[in-house]
Every structure is written in structure tokens, then in C-alpha cells.
């Protein structure tokens, strides 16, 4: 804290000694003045925070001497020293503005109480006043929190500095990362030119210095100034001037630059807190406005994604910040594979519209029976479909899954069918086939930076395939390591063991029944 600076007004050497031996003990800095008039030439280029007035004097009397000080310092507080003291005396000093009333004679004791009790009366004062100049502007976060862009946001933040503070130059710049620069996004009271062409690096000129840093800075033209600071106010037209950053989770945004031109008093400590206050509430409303956004994009990209893939496959990619080429691990993955017999008797037969709506309803219907189970729809295959259990989503029995999906999938297929039939007899000549197979397989994105295709790759996937192609109408056939998962009320049966095209040496194969032992699990 800056350290405090009295003025003893009195024309009595031992009084002024006292004074000044005393409160210079306790660490004011203390200066002395023999009257009135003397009082006021000093107050004139100096600045004070208390004068200690004797109430007699030559020429004006401290009362006097006191109401012209106020004139030239409005903020400075008074204790009236008097000789010759009435109730009406401390009266007519109270009313005058003086904060302390002392008798002739007084012990230094009862000197720095009075002293430091008008400092005391004058912080809760000033405290006072803050609050209830910062209170309503709290209440201005309703109008930040609806803003629904940086840009409304940024016009609320100028208007509010503008209307708190009085001020005519007002610029906020936000810093861009891609480019490097702090960059004015929003201002008044600049030339359209200046805005577009000023850019700033970090710790470049106060703006930048103040996002460097991530603290505020006041200047002005007093001599209290830090010359290196003063220099940077180039216009003679400024004043004073504040630049405040503008931070959000201990992130430095941007700068909020504030000035005044030609007429208007210095900047404070209470006007940085009251722009601390503005600040946040812009600051939380950009942060508004930017997690808004992203959920919105999220939300887009999501319905976008899920067009075309699963939904379990959408979150995995919309969640991976890497390449999405990147996207991708070995997992222990059972796969599945149907598709429908004799569809190429149907495409001759058929005329395309309604082989397109034949197949909406079965990829519909499949669909539906996979997520069912938890599984994933890996891709559609002209008349056929491929569904993974087991991921991206974890559960904890996929063979299962997949084989209770699969005879679902007959069940319910069996019933499309017969729907169809009712139209046409070719419908009638339809089947469905099925493959399961699983092992360690890789899951992610294949293809291109330009084309992604998120699917699984493995010697199983082409087992499952193959065994699908063998399956006859209504029949599901899975390899030996999805039999040795499954639950025992599978009713399952074993095939010939077969040599599916693409392997070496033949691998055996197992049927399912169409109806499970037990329930379904």
C-alpha cells in the first residue's frame, strides 16, 4: 500500500514538532505548512491524503483553510486541532467535512488515534460506496448471458465500459492464435483504418505487456507515472488510460483498452475493480457463447455422422481429438454377417423403386435388432449387412449377443417376408443367411485423409463373410471360437468342418438352432 501523506497546518512550532515526530513514527510521510495561504500554494502541485488543521491561525482560520484545500483535493480528510473546543465547534467541523476533532493539549497517544481513526472512518466509507457502485453491475451478467455471439457480447462490453466510465476511446483485442497477433475485435471513438490495421505481438506495447503479464495497467499524466509506461501514451490528446486483460480460467483472451481524451480525471484503484467486475461477466459470456457453439457443432456433426454410422461410432469419432487416421486399435471383436438369398432373382424381376423400398425395410429391420443387442452397424454391402459386438462399446458377453441378434434377425425377417409375399410372389423366394465369427481384429478408420471409413480388418471378418455365403436360406453358421463363448441354452449343432475360399486348410463350423434351450439372455 502506498504510504500516506499528512499536511500539518499550524503556525505553533512545538504543535507542528509534535505532530511531525509522531505520525512520521508511525510511517506517514508528513509535511508542514505555517497557514492557510501557505497551505494552499503547497496543496496546489501536491497531493495529500489528511491535513491535521489548527483552528486558529493568521490570516484565514482552519476552517476556511479547510474548505479551500477540499476545493483543490476533494478526497482529502481533516482533523481540526482547537484550543479553545465547544460541542458546536466539533459540530460546525463535522458538518465541514473534517473526519477528527482534537483538544489543546493532546498526548501523542490521543494524536495517532484520531489520525488513524479518520483513515478507518474514510475506508468504510469508500467501502461503502464501492459496493454499492459495484452491486448493480453485477445485475449487467443478464444482459452478457444472452448474447448469442462474440460479437454481441463484445458491443455489450463497449457500451457497458462506456456508460460506467465516461470514456471516449474504448478497444477490445482479442488474441489470434493461428496468426499470433492481438488483433482489435470490437472498439469506439478509433478510425475504421487504425482497427483494421493494428496488429500487436505479446509484450508488444502496453497491450501487449498487459496480455503478457495477465495484469492491469493505469496511466496517466501526473508525475506519479512510471516514465517507461508514460512514454507509450503517444497521443497528447490522452489523459488517462487503462488496459485490463481479459482472462478466463487463468487464460489471458485479450485486452480491453480504455481511454480518455482532453478532459477527465485519472483512473483508480476503484476503477480497475469495477472493469474487473464488467470483465468477468464478458468473459464468462464469450466462454458462453464459445461452449454454445461447440455444442451446436457437436450436435451438427453428430446428425451428420450418424446418417451414415452408428451411433456408438459417431461418439468415438466425434470424441477423439488425434487424426482421425490415427483413430483405431486391436480389439477382441465378434462379427456378423447377413445377407439376403436370392436377391439377384429379385433385381430382374423387380422394378427399382420398389427393390429400393425392399431394402429399406430389411436394412430398417436389421438395424434396429443390432442396436438392439448392443451392437454396432458397421456398413451396409449392397443386399447384405456386417454388425460388430464387442465395440467400440464394451459388453460383456458380444458372442452371445450376436448369435441371439442373429436369430432375431431370422425371426422377425421370416415376418417381412411374408408381408412382401402378400404383393408378390417372387418375395416368396427369399432368404436370409447369416455368418458369425470372432477373434483379434483391428477397428478404426481406413481410407484416405479425403474418404474414412470407419470398419473392422481381420482374418475373421473374411470367415464370417464366407460363412455367411455358405449359409443356406434361414440358417446361421459361426466358427468354433464363437461356440466356445457361448451360454448353454444355445442349441447348437455341429456341420462339416469346410475349406472357405481365401484360407489354407478347413476350419470347423457349427449351425444354430432356430430356438434357444432356455431363455434369452
Not at 136 to 161: A, C, H, M, W
Request: glycine share 8%; aromatic share 6%.
Amino acid at each position: 500500500m502506498a504510504q500516506k501523506r499528512i499536511l500539518v497546518v499550524d503556525d505553533e512550532e512545538m504543535i507542528v514538532d509534535l505532530c511531525q515526530r509522531v505520525l512520521r513514527s508511525e510511517g506517514y510521510d508528513v509535511q508542514w505548512a505555517s497557514s492557510g495561504q501557505d497551505a494552499l500554494k503547497l496543496t496546489s502541485p501536491e497531493q495529500f491524503h489528511l491535513a491535521v488543521i489548527d483552528m486558529l491561525m493568521p490570516g484565514i482560520d482552519g476552517l476556511e483553510t479547510f474548505l479551500g484545500l477540499k476545493k483543490q483535493q476533494p478526497g482529502l480528510l481533516g482533523v481540526l486541532i482547537t484550543g479553545h473546543g465547544t460541542m458546536d465547534t466539533a459540530i460546525q467541523a463535522m458538518e465541514l467535512g473534517f473526519s477528527g476533532f482534537i483538544r489543546k493539549p493532546f498526548s501523542p497517544v490521543e494524536l495517532v488515534h484520531v489520525v488513524k481513526e479518520s483513515f478507518r472512518k474514510a475506508e468504510l466509507s469508500e467501502e461503502n460506496t464501492r459496493l454499492k457502485t459495484l452491486f448493480p453491475l453485477y445485475r449487467l451478467g443478464e444482459k452478457f448471458i444472452l448474447s448469442q455471439t462474440n460479437e454481441d457480447v463484445l458491443g455489450e462490453l463497449i457500451r457497458t465500459v462506456e456508460s460506467q466510465t465516461g470514456t471516449q476511446r474504448i478497444s477490445v483485442m482479442l488474441y489470434d492464435e493461428i496468426e499470433g497477433y492481438l488483433k482489435i475485435a470490437a472498439a469506439k471513438g478509433l478510425k475504421e483504418e487504425i482497427i483494421k490495421k493494428v496488429r500487436l505481438k505479446p509484450g508488444e506495447r502496453i497491450a501487449g505487456k498487459v496480455f503478457q503479464k495477465g495484469e492491469p495497467i493505469i496511466m496517466g499524466r501526473g508525475a506519479v507515472d512510471n516514465p517507461r509506461i508514460a512514454s507509450f501514451l503517444k497521443s497528447r490528446n490522452i489523459i488517462a488510460a487503462i488496459s485490463f486483460p481479459l482472462k478466463a480460467r487463468g487464460t489471458t483472451l485479450g485486452v480491453l483498452n480504455v481511454s480518455r481524451i482532453k478532459t477527465g480525471s485519472p483512473f483508480s484503484q476503484a476503477d480497475i475493480e469495477m472493469l474487473s467486475v464488467i470483465c468477468s461477466q464478458a468473459v464468462m459470456a464469450l466462454e458462453n457463447v464459445r461452449i454454445m457453439g461447440e455444442m451446436a457443432e457437436r450436435i451438427r456433426m453428430r446428425a451428420l455422422f450418424e446418417q451414415y454410422v452408428a451411433p456408438e461410432v459417431a461418439e468415438v469419432l466425434i470424441s477423439h481429438e488425434q487424426n482421425p487416421m490415427e483413430v483405431g486399435e486391436i480389439r477382441d471383436i465378434t462379427v456378423l454377417f447377413a445377407d439376403i438369398r436370392n436377391f439377384t432373382n429379385l433385381v430382374q424381376h423387380l422394378p427399382l423403386e420398389t427393390l429400393r423400398s425392399l431394402l429399406n425395410d430389411f436394412f430398417d429391420l436389421l438395424t434396429g435388432i443390432v442396436f438392439m443387442f448392443k451392437g454396432t452397424l458397421d456398413k451396409f454391402m449392397g443386399d447384405a449387412v456386417l454388425a460388430i459386438f464387442g465395440a467400440p462399446n464394451h459388453i460383456k458377453k458380444p458372442h452371445n449377443a450376436a448369435v441371439s441378434a442373429s436369430m432375431e434377425m431370422l425371426r422377425r425377417f421370416d415376418q417381412l417376408k411374408k408381408k412382401w409375399a402378400s404383393t408378390k410372389e417372387t418375395f416368396g423366394q427369399v432368404g436370409l443367411g447369416i455368418g458369425i465369427s470372432s477373434g483379434e481384429m483391428f477397428l478404426g478408420n481406413v481410407g484416405s485423409q479425403r474418404r474414412l471409413d470407419y470398419t473392422v480388418i481381420g482374418t475373421d471378418v473374411n470367415i464370417a463373410q464366407r460363412l455367411e455365403s455358405e449359409a443356406a436360406s434361414g440358417q446361421i453358421l459361426i466358427t468354433e471360437s464363437v461356440k466356445s463363448q457361448l451360454g448353454s441354452r444355445f442349441r447348437v449343432t455341429k456341420e462339416p468342418s469346410r475349406l472357405l475360399r481365401g484360407l489354407e486348410k478347413q476350419i470347423p463350423v457349427f449351425s444354430i438352432g432356430t430356438e434357444m434351450k432356455g431363455s434369452n439372455l
